[in-house]
């Protein structure tokens, strides 16, 4: 079964350290995202991405974030500069088709925590 | 009021327990729904989408009152292996991003 990929599983990191996680969406997929999770929060929006930009981001996502897709199958988020409160459980999602009409396949997850 | 509320339980239930759960959202624009399931420190997977007439999936029964902005999810004999965090999702219209509720928890026993 077509899967997901994130790497690394677990990043520590100083805080005001760069960050980049890894993600290879489902190769046949064209929507491309990422959410985050708070220990014992809920899972939060943080960027879509279709056709090489960025299709809708939220508060969260601010300067220090950004999202690239050098290649075509990777997805990267990268934090310029982390915050304690970066510190959360970040997943990579992909969709085939457009909103609201597929299933979203979520990766296992990058644990960041912020020291 | 939260967007997307749900009682974060935690439902204790025996096995082959009916057990059922509620979900509201604040958006009447709200366009898409689904239940999510989530396995402890595991990424989220689709259990089910919700659609406005109800729809099943073996054991599981998923109903929307759009009126009431209500979501509800009931499982039907539940085993060992339902025990896990429920989490209602919703779409608004015209946006392509998935919020969620904070979960619900359920705890199946022998």
């Known amino acids: 079964e077509p899967e997901v990929t994130q790497t690394p599983s677990h990043q520590v990191t100083q805080m005001g350290q760069e960050v980049i996680l890894r993600c290879v969406p489902i190769s046949n997929h064209l929507y491309f995202y990422w959410y985050r999770q708070i220990l014992g929060q809920k899972v939060e929006f943080l960027v879509s991405f279709y056709n090489n930009e960025i299709s809708e981001k939220s508060e969260i996502f601010d300067d220090q974030f950004s999202v690239e897709r050098p290649d075509g199958s990777n997805f990267t988020l990268k934090i310029r500069s982390t915050k304690l409160e970066d510190s959360a459980m970040y997943f990579c999602?992909?969709?085939?088709?457009?909103?609201?009409?597929?299933?979203?396949?979520f990766g296992e997850g990058s644990r960041l925590t912020v020291l | 009021r939260k967007e997307v509320e749900q009682d974060p339980g935690p439902f204790n239930v025996p096995e082959g327990a009916t057990v059922a759960f509620n979900c509201t959202y604040s958006n009447s624009a709200s366009q898409s729904f689904f239940w999510y399931r989530q396995d402890c420190r595991k990424e989220p997977k689709l259990l089910m989408s919700v659609y406005s007439s109800g729809n099943e999936d073996g054991r599981f029964t998923a109903q929307l009152n759009r009126a009431s902005q209500y979501i509800s999810l009931l499982i039907r004999d539940s085993k060992l292996s339902d025990s896990a965090t429920y989490l209602c999702?919703?779409?608004?219209?015209?946006?392509?991003?998935?919020?969620f509720g904070t979960g619900t928890r359920l705890q199946v026993f022998p």
């Open positions: 999702v919703v779409i608004a219209y015209n946006t392509d991003k998935l919020i």
């Open positions: 999602a992909s969709r085939e088709t457009g909103a609201g009409t597929g299933e979203l396949f």
